[in-house]
């Protein structure tokens, strides 16, 4: 060992000198095995890597590995085989053992002897880092690596050399032989210093590092290096050459001999027939081992091509996987040497890849400060693990009852499609109802029409091609798009032939199944199910149907024959190809024969040529049979394709103008009741009603709840109707429904249903109910009428097509998440991905970007999308695209305007004239529209089809007829045209206050009871203090309907009749003409022993009639109470139709006159048979629309007994006084009533609206203030200043006062009798018929039409009529003025006050009767303001009835004028024309009249007897009509008693009762109503004749006074 030491560096050289030698020998030796071997011996590749400690980590790459490097230092590496070297030369293994063996026990030794300053030595930690030594790159001295001991600068010249070499391709076995055996190496001085200097830079690294970094990635590339590795890189460069490796004697140089490296290098380069096996493999193209080099892009792609990137081009390119690019370039190296290796590059040269699937999500958001400097409530505070309470809740460890979630089941109901106890008929019901359900799905999808549709757009798109390019000559790409469009013609026409044979069969198998059904109730006498099917028909336009068919038929036909033609040209041209082919084959046969013949020898020509054609023969005959001769193609028969295409439509489409049938499934039939079916269904039927069904909900297996039991149905359906709130804290696995059925005490799971667990998002209310099918393989048979389940069934006679059904149907559920409290969905919360963090620039987050209000702006949003460089075709984008796309030029402006509706185009789901021609629209329009035929129109159908056309017919004819006159209806062609001007006013009137209609006030929408203040409260005190007084009850305020909540039936006429005064009397038959009635009376005792009178009341209203008992005596009391029911026109029970009722209430007084019509012999005379006759006395008249507007009418009136009345008395002596006849109220019947309307209603409001005005602003101011306060000082009094006329102006009330002439036929009749004159001109004006405004204009508003309107039109209310007839007095001389108050039954009113001979006269106009202001008969029963053409006074006095009032309009405390001191009178002019012009009086035409009048009544009287004879007394008739024109002249004065006389004489055998009617003529249906009111033809008499009279007078301008008599005669 001394020695040793001593002399270390002669060991060291013997050593080496002594290891090159072997080596020498070793290397001759195996090079000799391995020639010899060849391919028999696998030799063991001995792989061992040189590791380099991280200071020199070049990490360089290798293109082959190596077959050499070194072990570390003390290391006992295992060797790693290779599938090419399986066993070494044992010598060679085991010398090498033992050398290293030794050396290492000498290295320990010697360690342990000398205590060296250095560290032990780690290197034992490198055992597991393999590196590749590579030489496809250039190796830097400082870096290399592979050697311990660094090359001088003319090894390194070499090494590069050799190096070049490599890259260029692999070494030959002689060149890697040179490469490991060639002295690259110093002088041996140097070699030791730089072993030592390595060693100690080992040492120091090995120990920094340990075993982290233990293995190097082999495919880093040269550029990465570690910036620590750089820098001891830089260190060892640093150490010079010249250095003395060995410092000091303490050095171990012998360290380095613990390893045979040496032994291991030498070995591994004397083995070289791995090279040439690896030479081998390549040439058998075994083995490939791509390179993990970049490939150069311009092998990738095709010549002359340059890389074409997707994403510059603003097209959307997915994100690829992620893959290291060594790997990448592996797979591509790999790829290129396979032929189609190129189309697995895409043209950005890069290989194909699609887009990652895998979503980016941090498993946890990183904290971007340390811990120290957070805020400490964001500071992490770590606890110990708690198990939870709940462990699989949604979140962990909320044992908070807040944090439960909730679920809630919703079990509807479930229906059998099929049961065990269906019968026959119920199976068959149930087929025909899911046929039918099928039906409907393809009618609402209707893809026979879309695909109709389709194909006549790709043909008229074909037929327009071939129109433009007819001339010129096509292009290749146009011959192919009209092939490609042919073959969609093609292709979309055999869809619509097979949906069309689709629907066809479908049609048939319902009309057959419901064939089926009805078979079967037949057969079996009873119904089981309600199924009714209709199938309507829908008539087609024949000619159009045919066109169409025709067509169809034609344009398949070409299209056919085309394709034909098409098919045959293709197999032309392919039999064409096979026949050259065919050819070409028999020429070689043939050539190969000819070469055969001429090879034979030893023949004669005359035997060759035999030969030649006999083989010729015998080698066609074989060549025939392998290749036949190819057969032409068959023509197309163009003849048959059109009878099949007409087979084929006849078979699957309607035929051409045959109906379309669209069936209808109706469940409304009867099922025949259990009484009427034979036992065995009985049966079947009480099973049904034994059973019940009842459904458990499963939560994750586990029952929850269960529902109520319910009794099945006989139509097999259940309904649940119940939610079921889950309070969930373990996760929804499954959630399953299980049906179960009840029979007695027993029950049996019928079948379960799994239903899906919802997403977060779906909370109750909004989760629709879903249907989820069931079905039960249950084997059930029963011994009555029930089919069972999975049994088979037949409905053949014979029992064949048996069919086996098993238990279905469909159970209807919805499963959602709960609401709790403030609306807070109890759903677990739904997993959001942050974009934000993990998205670059190209994926800014809009919320980020321009905050979450700028989510409304489109402008932010559009440059946010312009800055971000959205992708527009990135499926991410798809929504916000959507919504950019106003966007123009690249940027999105929001338009400068707005739109009320803007998505109107979108929802615009029909063309505008599909939606013209709609019938269903035009009725809703023209309802909305207000027009009248359909202004009241209730019920709106819901499908087109049922509404029919007749119900435009009266609109369009009306549009149409506008100016053709009907004189039916009015009989009178002047009324008639005045009719049609009055409804154009009507129509203009109501179309401009429509508007103001629906203007509401709180008060018309909402009924809220009032407060009480204390005022009332005090007043109710009070009242209860009052003594009660039951002789004198009050009737109370009752509360107000609506009229929207109403319809027929709801609303009653209530009328109450009180009391009668002054009937008129039964006077004694007298047949002496010149004997009077008094002498009569007085000279008999016929007043003692008759009954003077027994009157009854009968009241009629819309046709019905009912009666009160009968009462004795000329002042009967009846006080009782009739009611009688109200239906509104059209059924509109609208405060404006209300209204506009025309409905009058008629109140007769009716005369009961009992006679004896003879003696019964059956009972031997003792029983007397009587008749009744009623006998018409008077009548009042009240209008429904008044009593409407007043809710009641009460108070005496006077009754309209007519002028003569045959066979009664009403004489009464009068005075005279003062030239005027008295003759008051009091002289007349007079009925007391009280009428109202149950429920009150709510009377119309006045048009709340300001209308245009000529007036001055000053003076409208001041009269709305004037009737303000008016309204508040006097209430109940009414008061007006400012009226609306006929245009719809507000004009000054006193504008309408202005003496005005009237007719000076009137004035010249009575010319010295100014007092007849003047009755005469008020019997003139109430014979203009009146019509109220409120039933003229629908009771939108009180119009004022001017004296010559009024006159012209020839209606009008009660103003109208007041201002004519005070126009008229004024003229004629009298002061006058108009009286604004109100009457009975009118309500509010307008009459005339006269002052004559120092004496008020308050005139009626609308009757033309006069009464003095102290008449306590007056109806006028308050007067509220006087007005005329200078000024208005409004009544300021204590009292408002005339007879307790003055009207000396002079006394300022009685009277408040309007125009006064303060505010002067303007000087209005007058809307009045200066003179009324009149029209001629027509005789000719009023005879015409009263004969049309008569015929009509006539006529009228014979339909309301339909039972009877009405048989007509021609001389009764005579005399009446001659009467008729004296009771004209004399108003029914002083004429009566003459007229009786006479008729007594001429009729004397006869009872006569009869009465002449007087109206004013407007149209002919109120002359109807009123003699239908009378009840004359309800005589009962079978003797009975009747008479009929009828008078017209004519007055100038067409004025009309109409007479009607009518008499009943009965032989006595």
């Known amino acids: 060992m001394k020695e040793l030491q001593d002399s270390g560096e002669d060991m060291g050289e013997t050593l080496k000198r002594r290891f090159k030698e072997q080596r020498r020998r070793r290397k001759t030796k195996l090079l000799e095995q391995s020639s010899a071997q060849e391919s028999q011996d696998d030799v063991e590749e001995i792989s061992s890597i040189q590791h380099h400690s991280e200071n020199e980590g070049s990490a360089e790459q290798a293109a082959e590995p190596v077959v050499g490097s070194r072990p570390p230092t003390g290391s006992k590496r295992e060797m790693q085989h290779t599938t090419g070297s399986q066993h070494l030369d044992t010598s060679v293994k085991k010398y090498l053992e033992e050398r290293l063996r030794a050396a290492m026990s000498k290295g320990q030794s010697l360690q342990q002897e000398e205590a060296s300053p250095e560290p032990a030595s780690r290197l034992q930690s490198f055992r597991d880092r393999d590196t590749v030594t590579r030489f496809d790159r250039e190796v830097e001295p400082d870096k290399a690596g592979r050697h311990n001991v660094p090359p001088d600068i003319s090894n390194r010249v070499k090494l590069r050399e050799a190096t070049r070499q490599a890259e260029q391709g692999l070494p030959t076995a002689e060149e890697a032989y040179k490469f490991f055996t060639f002295n690259f190496e110093p002088d041996p001085q140097h070699e030791t210093e730089k072993i030592n200097r390595k060693r100690q830079k080992q040492n120091k690294t090995t120990e920094d590092r340990g075993e982290e970094g233990g293995h190097e990635a082999e495919d880093q590339e040269d550029g990465d290096i570690d910036e620590d590795n750089q820098d001891e890189h830089e260190d060892t460069n640093n150490i010079s050459e010249e250095d003395p490796l060995v410092r000091g004697e303490e050095e171990d140089l012998f360290l380095i001999e613990k390893s045979s490296q040496d032994f291991l290098e030498v070995k591994k380069a004397e083995y070289v027939g791995y090279q040439k096996r690896i030479q081998r493999e390549r040439e058998s193209e075994l083995l490939f081992t791509p390179s993990s080099r970049p490939v150069p892009t311009s092998i990738k792609l095709p010549e002359n091509m340059r890389p074409r990137y997707l994403e510059d081009e603003g097209l959307y390119v997915g994100k690829r996987p992620p893959m290291s690019q060594t790997n990448e370039n592996i797979l591509e190296s790999r790829i290129l040497k396979m032929e189609e290796g190129k189309k697995w590059i895409g043209d950005d040269g890069r290989i194909m890849a699609l887009p990652d699937p895998i979503k980016e999500s941090s498993t946890r958001p990183p904290l971007f400060h340390m811990e120290e400097d957070l805020d400490p ?68 999808n209707n893809l026979t029409g879309h695909l109709t549709d389709k194909l006549n757009g790709l043909r008229s798109a074909l037929r327009n091609m071939l129109e433009i390019h007819d001339s010129q000559s096509l292009t290749q790409a146009m011959q192919q798009r009209i092939s490609d469009y042919s073959l969609e013609i093609r292709n979309t026409r055999q869809l619509r032939d097979s949906e069309q044979e689709k629907d066809r069969t479908l049609l048939k198998n319902i009309i057959k199944v ?19 099917l209709f199938l309507r028909k829908e008539n087609v336009d024949q000619a159009t149907d045919e066109q169409v068919f025709e067509d169809e038929i034609s344009a398949e036909v070409v299209e056919l024959e085309a394709e034909s033609e098409e098919d045959y040209q293709r197999k032309l041209a392919e039999y064409k190809k096979q026949l050259a082919e065919w050819k070409l084959s028999r020429r070689k046969q043939k050539a190969k024969k000819k070469k055969r013949k001429k090879k034979k020898k030893g023949q004669l020509q005359d035997d060759t040529e035999e030969d030649e054609d006999q083989e010729l023969s015998e080698s066609e005959g074989p060549e025939e049979e392998d290749c036949p001769k190819p057969e032409p193609p068959e023509r197309p028969d163009f003849d048959s394709i059109e009878q099949q295409v007409r087979e084929k439509a006849s078979r699957i489409r309607r035929k051409p103008g045959e109906s379309v049938l669209i069936p209808e499934l109706h469940a409304s039939g009867n099922i025949t009741a259990n009484d009427l079916c034979p036992r065995a269904e009985v049966a079947r039927r009480e099973d049904v009603a034994k059973r019940s069904l009842f459904i458990k909900i499963l939560y994750n297996g586990k029952e929850v709840s269960r529902t109520d039991s319910r009794s099945l149905n006989t139509d097999f359906r259940v309904h649940f109707g119940q939610i079921f709130n889950l309070k969930i804290v373990n996760c929804p696995q499954s959630i399953n429904l299980q049906v179960f059925e009840e029979l007695g005490s027993s029950c049996s799971l019928l079948t379960q249903v799994f239903v899906p667990v919802p997403e977060p998002s779906v909370l109750t209310g909004s989760g629709p109910l879903e249907e989820f099918e069931f079905s039960s393989n249950q084997r059930v048979m029963f011994d009555h009428e029930g089919v069972g389940s999975d049994v088979p069934l037949s409905f053949e006679p014979d029992g064949s097509n048996k069919q086996t059904l098993l238990t279905s149907g469909k159970l209807s559920c919805c499963v959602s998440w709960g609401i709790g409290e403030d609306d807070v969905p109890l759903a677990p919360p739904v997993s959001q991905q942050p974009g934000g963090i993990h998205s670059g620039l190209g994926r800014l987050d809009a919320v980020t970007s321009i905050g979450a209000s700028g989510l409304y702006d489109m402008k932010k949003i559009g440059e946010w999308a312009t800055q971000s460089r959205l992708d527009p075709n990135d499926p991410k984008n798809a929504s916000i695209m959507q919504l950019l796309k106003v966007a123009r030029s690249g940027e999105v402006t929001a338009p400068e305007y707005f739109r009320l509706e803007q998505l109107q185009e979108e929802f615009n789901f029909v063309t505008d004239e599909e939606l013209e021609g709609s019938k269903r629209f035009r009725l809703l329009r023209l309802r909305n529209q207000e027009v009248a035929e359909f202004r009241n129109y209730k019920c709106v159908p819901g499908l087109e089809r049922e509404v029919s056309d007749k119900v435009f017919q009266e609109y369009e004819k009306r549009l149409k007829d506008g100016e ?118 007085q000279g008999s005792d016929w007043l003692i022993g008759q009954v003077q009178v027994r009157p009854f009341v009968e009241v009629s209203f819309q046709r019905t009639v009912l009666q009160t008992t009968t009462a004795d005596g000329p002042n009967p009391c009846w006080n009782e109470e009739l009611q009688l029911p109200f239906s509104a026109p059209n059924g509109d029970y609208s405060i404006a139709s209300l209204q506009s009722a025309k409905d009058e209430v008629f109140i007769s007084i009716f005369d009961e006159v009992v006679y004896e019509t003879g003696v019964s012999d059956k009972d031997g005379g003792k029983s007397i048979h009587t008749r009744a006759e009623k006998h018409w006395l008077g009548s009042v008249k009240i209008p429904f629309s008044t009593i409407y507007s007043q809710s009641r009418i009460d108070g005496t009136f006077k009754v309209n007994t007519p002028a003569v009345l045959l066979g009664y008395s009403k004489e009464r002596s009068h005075g005279t006084n003062g030239g005027y006849d008295m003759r008051s109220l009091s002289e007349g019947a007079f009925i007391t009533v009280f009428i109202t309307i149950e429920p009150q209603l709510v009377p119309g409001e006045p048009i709340r609206e300001k209308f245009d005005s000529q007036e001055d602003e000053h003076l409208l101011q001041a009269s709305e203030r004037f009737e303000r306060d008016a309204a508040q000082q006097y209430p109940d009094r009414p008061f007006i200043t400012t009226v609306i006329d006929l245009n719809g102006k507000t004009v000054f009330i006193t504008r309408y006062i202005r003496p005005l002439n009237p007719p000076q036929e009137l004035l010249d009749a009575f010319p010295n009798n100014p007092q007849e004159a003047t009755a005469l001109v008020a019997r003139f004006v109430s014979l203009i018929p009146s019509l109220p405004d409120r039933v003229s ?15 012209t039109l020839l209606a009008g209310d009660e103003e109208e009529h007041a201002v004519l007839l005070c126009n008229y007095f004024l003229s004629m001389g009298k002061k006058a003025w108009l009286i604004i108050g109100t009457a009975i039954p009118e309500g509010p009113t307008a009459y005339v006050l006269t002052y004559e001979q120092s004496r008020y006269l308050i005139w009626n106009p609308s009757s033309g009767q006069y009464y003095g202001q102290y008449d306590t008969f007056c109806p006028l029963q308050t007067v509220g303001c006087l007005v005329n053409a200078d000024n208005v006074w409004l009544n300021v006095q204590q009292y408002t009835a005339p007879m307790r009032m003055s009207f000396d309009t002079t006394k300022a405390n009685l009277w408040k004028p309007f125009f006064s001191r303060s505010f002067s009178h303007p000087g209005l002019s007058s809307v009045q024309q200066e003179e009324l012009v009149y029209r001629r009086t027509d005789k000719a035409a009023a005879a015409e009249l009263q004969d049309r009048i008569e015929k009509i009544l006539k006529e009228k ?18 005399t009446l009509k001659q009467f008729l024109p004296k009771l004209e002249m004399s108003g029914g004065r002083d004429v009566a008693e003459g007229h009786r006389h006479e008729l007594q004489s001429l009729l004397g055998d006869n009872r006569i009762a009869g009465f002449p009617l007087h109206l004013p003529f407007s149209e002919i249906r109120p002359i109807v109503e009123a003699v239908h009111s009378t009840g004359v033809h309800n005589i009962q008499a079978s003797n009975v004749e009747f008479a009929l009279a009828v008078y017209v007078h004519p007055y100038p301008n067409n004025v009309l006074s109409v007479w009607v008599y009518l008499a009943s005669l009965v032989r006595t």
């Open 514 to 532: 419901w064939k089926e059904i009805k078979a079967l109730r037949e057969f079996q006498t009873f119904t089981n199910t309600p199924y009714k």
């Open 377 to 444: 409530a964001l500071q992490t505070v770590y606890r110990k693990a708690i198990k939870s309470k709940y462990a699989n809740m949604y979140i962990a460890g909320t044992a908070d009852p807040e944090g439960d979630y909730q679920l809630d089941v919703d079990v509807s109901g479930l229906i059998f499609s099929h049961h065990p106890l269906f019968s026959r008929e119920h199976v068959l019901g149930a087929r025909l109802a899911q046929l039918y359900d099928q039906y409907l799905t393809r009618q609402h």
């Open 964 to 1081: 053709i006159i009907d004189t039916k209806e009015h009989l009178d062609s002047h009324r008639a045209l005045v009719a049609k001007y009055l409804q154009k006013i009507r129509e203009s009137v109501i179309n401009r206050f429509l508007l103001a209609k629906h203007h509401y006030l709180l008060s018309d929408l909402v009924i809220e009871e009032e407060i009480p203040s204390i005022g009332i409260l005090g007043i109710n005190l009070f009242k209860l203090a009052e003594s009660k007084r039951p002789l004198k009850p009050q009737r109370k305020e009752r509360k107000k309907v609506t009229a929207q909540n109403l319809s027929d039936g709801d609303i009653r006429l209530l009328v109450n009749i009180i009391r009668a005064y002054d009937i008129p009397v039964r006077r004694p038959q007298s047949n002496k003409p010149g004997q009077s009635p008094q002498s009569v009376i």
């Open 1501 to 1518: 009287i014979m339909e309301w007897r339909p039972r009877q004879p009405t048989r007509w007394n021609r001389y009764c008739t005579t």
């Open 1337 to 1351: 204009f629908s009771g939108v508003c009180d119009l004022w039409s001017t004296c010559d309107q009024f006159l």
